[in-house]
């Protein structure tokens, strides 16, 4: 069974900075696109950030344009990479590292998941 494994999330100020990595130990998807989501309590799933399998493309949802880096490196492992400035209150959520779209980059629907990091972000 094919595993993402996120890590980086922790409490953090508001107006502070966290960097997410993820990376999936058994598989390479060095031809995949990859993407970050979020979820908080009592909201939908949405895309954070995305990334096409050789960097040449990045989305970013509306809210984090400007404050969120996406980054990966294709090597033995793949790993993508949030990094995460100038967080606020709202981006408390438990963040998903996704990678191998169905579709487009940018769409909702991956065929692998991570089990999720808590990111708490306190004013």
């Known amino acids: 069974q094919v595993q993402l494994v996120e890590s980086g999330g922790r409490v953090v100020q508001a107006g502070g900075s966290l960097r997410l990595s993820c990376a999936a130990p058994?598989?390479?998807?060095?031809?995949?696109?990859m993407g970050w989501f979020r979820q908080a309590p009592g909201s939908e799933r949405e895309l954070v950030a995305a990334?096409?399998?050789?960097?040449?493309?990045?989305?970013y949802g509306n809210s984090v344009k400007g404050r969120f880096t996406i980054s990966r490196e294709n090597a033995q492992i793949t790993t993508i990479s949030l990094q995460m400035n100038s967080l606020r209150p709202e981006d408390t959520a438990v963040y998903y590292c996704?990678?191998?779209?169905?579709?487009?980059?940018?769409?909702?629907?991956?065929?692998?998941w991570g089990q999720g990091t808590q990111v708490t972000v306190s004013s």
């Open positions: 058994g598989r390479t998807f060095s031809n995949s696109a």
């Open positions: 990334i096409t399998w050789n960097g040449g493309r990045l989305y």
């Open positions: 996704a990678a191998d779209p169905r579709s487009s980059y940018y769409g909702t629907d991956y065929n692998y």
